[in-house]
């Protein structure tokens, strides 16, 4: 309660009296004693001028005088809320209704509140649904009135209903006496990076200074954390996102368009942007602004990435003559052009005309949550969870019950991919000191989607030396690509996934020839326990032959699956990067069945190829052949079902460069 406030309610006292149902003549007080009523004037005018210890004296005074003093109550009560005494503050207010309870209606509205914020929901609500029964209410605080009712409701019945909820504290190796918040993980688990605000110097007015520390896991203990010199500045960063293979970094910081705030090379184009850092050789790059697209003269913070690497969520404030008022989640996706397309505010079920914050994407990119005091909750900001639904949308938020949320701020939740352990930072007993940060067990009823993810290491096939390579994942149904990024210069990248999908692995380098493959996780259950492992050794151009292992035909036809497409496609761009290239297109096929029919339908097949391609990759028609070998050249012997399979292929070979 703000002292306008405080002071406005004060002065209306005479006014309230005189219009309520038991009215008084003006200028007069529910008292007649004449000390309460010098003792209580006395206490406003401390107030008014800051004087609040000297004003809660005479305050009680006037109470001792003449305890039935509805006034004196009243503003003691208010004057009690504002020193956060709210227990206190709630007996003045029950004795202010005990004595009178129509003479100042919107006592039922503050003790409603003062109960709420005392986690006293069934109190609240019953005081609350009182003060909207009431005549000649202001519409203002009607609004709210009908805002915390439905937060007391659901506060009384969620305490009721409990969520199973263990937190523990993630140990020394993150934490200490200094605050740590803002958890990120990679996908794999095995990276955490956070949040630290070292007080710099003793005392508690010593400046504050807010950077980034990242541990690794080792055998199961997160390691001592270090922090990151190429990032950390002498201004602030916060509010850290990583990729899911822990390549990029997006974070918060304050910069002014002439970096007079913060870093002197970070600049902004005004109150806070988001930046990215890429790690490149084990070190991360100099921090860049990710742009005007997204960063604004507004305020931008707390970004979450997707893990398909395509769309960075994030939390934009918008900054007026008041200040940041109604922080809302916004989305950008990354369009052909590599770059940031405009973004986009999310819908109603998850932004409201309060504050929605700390957003993060889950790995599973179909689950989202974010802390708002918009949607009905336990009070201030709780935290939420929403479902992408079959047509991209997003659902209903859904609360994440009580205790996880509490009357006070919940928010900066991190859920790792597997879904079972959530992270986020409390001050609670038995912590290092200041805010920690502690993991709890996910219940069951709100986890995301199961996934798993694979790891793979890219390399030259001939000398064995890792490369760095671009990589695609392909859903092989729908055609459209998952996930797209490149692998380090030690050759490893990771990448998520979800259960019930076909995939495409495409990955590709200049100078060497693009490397294919496919595996399906139908009919199976996600293991985050048992990510695949891919060895991918990448041909030089002068060297070979590619098998297209995501060309598809029915049996004995050779009209082209759709599901050939995407894998095709990517013969074409190939082409078009390698001009000079000529080659030849191969049809295969096991010895099942009459040789004639085989060559026929082999060498229909690498025509069927061979028309696709020329048709997409324009005057190409004297760099291209094909040729149908039937089972003359068999990759292994054609004596198992297994085997018969890996014969019946599509190569494209290399004739001359």
Not at 121 to 134: G, I, M, V
Not at 452 to 458: A, I, L, M, R, S
Request: charged share 25%.
């Amino acid at each position: 309660m703000t002292k306008h406030i405080f002071i406005t309610i004060l002065l209306s006292f005479l006014f309230i009296a005189t219009n309520a149902q038991n009215s008084l003549p003006p200028g007069t007080y529910t008292s007649v004693n004449k000390k309460a009523i010098k003792f209580y004037e006395d206490g406003k005018k401390f107030y008014e001028i800051r004087k609040d210890v000297d004003a809660e004296k005479l305050l009680n005074k006037a109470i001792q005088e003449d305890p039935n003093f509805v006034e004196a109550h009243s503003a003691l009560a208010y004057l009690l809320m504002e020193k956060r005494r709210t227990k206190e503050a709630i007996s003045h207010f029950q004795k202010a209704i005990e004595i009178n309870p129509k003479f100042f209606p919107r006592n039922y509205y503050d003790l409603g509140l003062a109960q709420l914020l005392v986690s006293n929901y069934d109190d609240a609500t019953k005081n609350l649904e009182s003060y909207l029964k009431t005549e000649r209410i202001n519409p203002n605080t009607k609004v709210l009135a009908e805002k915390f009712l439905k937060n007391a409701k659901f506060g009384a019945n969620a305490i009721k209903n409990p969520q199973p909820f263990k937190p523990l504290n993630v140990g020394s190796g993150i934490n200490t006496a200094d605050y740590e918040y803002l958890p990120a993980l990679t996908a794999d688990g095995s990276t955490f990076m956070f949040t630290r605000n070292v007080r710099e110097g003793e005392g508690i007015d010593a400046p504050k200074q807010e950077d980034f520390y990242i541990s690794k896991k080792v055998t199961n203990v997160w390691q001592t954390a270090n922090p990151i010199p190429s990032v950390n500045t002498r201004g602030n960063e916060g509010a850290p996102t990583l990729s899911a293979d822990g390549q990029y970094m997006f974070f918060a910081s304050c910069a002014e368009q002439d970096g007079t705030y913060g870093a002197p090379d970070r600049k902004g184009y005004g109150s806070c942007d988001i930046f990215y850092s890429q790690k490149l050789n084990g070190k991360w790059t100099k921090p860049q602004n990710v742009g005007p697209t997204i960063n604004t003269r507004n305020w931008e913070t707390q970004p979450s990435f997707s893990s398909d690497g395509k769309t960075l969520y994030f939390v934009r404030g918008l900054i007026g003559r008041e200040g940041r008022k109604n922080p809302d989640i916004y989305s950008s996706t990354i369009g052909e052009d590599g770059k940031f397309e405009e973004p986009i505010r999310l819908s109603e079920n998850i932004n409201t005309t309060e504050n929605e914050e700390s957003v993060f994407i889950h790995p599973d990119n179909q689950t989202l949550y974010f802390s708002s005091d918009g949607h009905a909750g336990m009070g201030g900001l709780d935290i939420f969870m929403s479902k992408r639904q079959a047509d991209g949308s997003w659902g209903k938020a859904i609360n994440l019950g009580y205790p996880i949320n509490t009357v006070v701020d919940e928010n900066s939740l991190t859920v790792d991919a597997s879904g079972k352990l959530a992270y986020f930072a409390s001050e609670r007993d038995g912590g290092f000191g200041g805010l920690d940060i502690y993991q709890f067990e996910m219940p069951e009823s709100l986890r995301p989607e199961k996934i798993t993810y694979v790891k793979g290491h890219t390399f030259n096939s001939n000398t064995k030396a890792p490369l760095d390579a671009q990589f695609e994942l392909i859903d092989l149904e729908t055609q459209q690509t998952v996930t797209k990024a490149y692998s380090n210069s030690a050759g490893e990248f990771l990448v998520t996934l979800t259960s019930n999908h076909n995939y495409l692995v495409n990955v590709s380098k200049n100078g060497f020839l693009f490397y294919s493959d496919n595996f399906s996780m139908k009919e199976k259950v996600a293991d985050y326990s048992k990510p695949y492992q891919l060895e991918i050794p990448l041909q030089p151009i002068d060297t070979g032959i590619i098998e297209l292992k995501n060309v598809f035909f029915d049996v004995n036809k050779w009209d082209l699956k759709p599901s050939s497409f995407a894998e095709l496609d990517k013969v074409v761009a190939f082409l078009k990067l390698n001009s000079a290239l000529k080659i030849e297109f191969g049809g295969h096929t096991d010895n099942s069945g009459d040789k004639v029919f085989n060559k026929t339908l082999s060498t229909n097949r690498a025509k069927a190829v061979y028309e696709y391609v020329l048709q997409k990759g324009g005057n190409v028609a004297d760099k291209l052949s094909y040729k149908g070998y039937g089972d003359s050249k068999p990759k292994v012997p054609n004596d198992t079902p297994e085997n018969k399979a890996k014969n019946r292929r599509t190569e494209l070979k290399i004739i001359s460069k």
